[in-house]
């Protein structure tokens, strides 16, 4: 199983770009979020799905939209890129919504906006 | 307001020491708690959940513990090897929205 992958691994935008950050899962879990994590900061969660077809906001969505058409994969899009969103991105995924289940977490895209 | 606070913010040890990390929590109510580990460059990595119930859990050279009355959690790693360079995340869940708080981490360094 390769897990949960992201691409791409590095990126930089400028501002006013846009961009969708790319998760896929091989686990057939329901579960898959987006966190964003920032120097200094606890994870920050920007999205999440509880299964295909069904997306929610997180603490900071503002900038951001997702979509959830099949149960591996979940995008993750930047509407309009501003520095403010220079930020290391990981999606994860669960094998159920209930939060005390174990998330696999991706490598990461790091995220540069000028 | 919810809040998980970690400490120290990074630690400098030598190779076969042992440290501990800290985890102090203000979430309510608790549900679990589980620690994290990230190498540089990667996800996270889960290395041991503390149900409320537990108080001590071991995973190989790492042991950690949980005072659900004081709300505070250590991670104690014994003969650290140079592997355990990586940053130590304390997740917190909360029992009424199944929210999860996550820490600022502690970045651990071992030296040889």
């Known amino acids: 199983n390769a897990g949960v992958t992201q691409t791409p691994k590095f990126q930089v935008l400028k501002t006013g770009q846009s961009m969708t950050l790319q998760c896929a899962q091989d686990m057939n879990h329901e579960y898959m979020s987006w966190y964003r994590q920032d120097p200094g900061m606890g994870l920050r969660l920007i999205h999440y799905?509880?299964?295909?077809?069904?997306?929610d906001q997180g603490e900071v969505p503002n900038g951001y939209n997702v979509s959830r058409s099949t149960t591996e994969d979940f995008p993750l899009r930047l509407l309009s890129a501003a520095p403010s969103q220079t930020s290391v991105y990981f999606c994860?995924?669960?094998?159920?919504?209930?939060?005390?289940?174990?998330?696999?977490f991706g490598p990461g895209t790091r995220l540069t906006v000028t | 307001k919810n809040q998980v606070e970690q400490s120290p913010q990074s630690l400098i040890i030598l190779e076969g020491k042992n440290c501990t990390l800290q985890?102090?929590?203000?979430?309510?109510?608790?549900?679990?708690l589980r620690w994290y580990k990230q190498d540089t460059g990667r996800g996270p990595v889960s290395l041991t959940i503390m149900t409320f119930s537990e108080n001590t859990k071991s995973n190989g050279r790492y042991t950690a513990t949980l005072d659900a009355d004081t709300k505070q959690s250590s991670l104690h790693i014994t003969a650290s090897q140079l592997s355990d360079s990586a940053s130590y995340i304390c997740?917190?869940?909360?029992?009424?929205?199944?929210?999860?708080?996550w820490g600022a981490g502690t970045k651990l360094i071992i030296k040889p």
């Open positions: 799905s509880v299964g295909a077809g069904i997306t």
């Open positions: 985890c102090n929590y203000t979430v309510s109510p608790f549900s679990n």
């Open positions: 997740v917190v869940i909360s029992y009424s929205n199944y929210q999860l708080i």
């Open positions: 994860a995924s669960s094998y159920s919504w209930q939060k005390d289940y174990e998330q696999y």
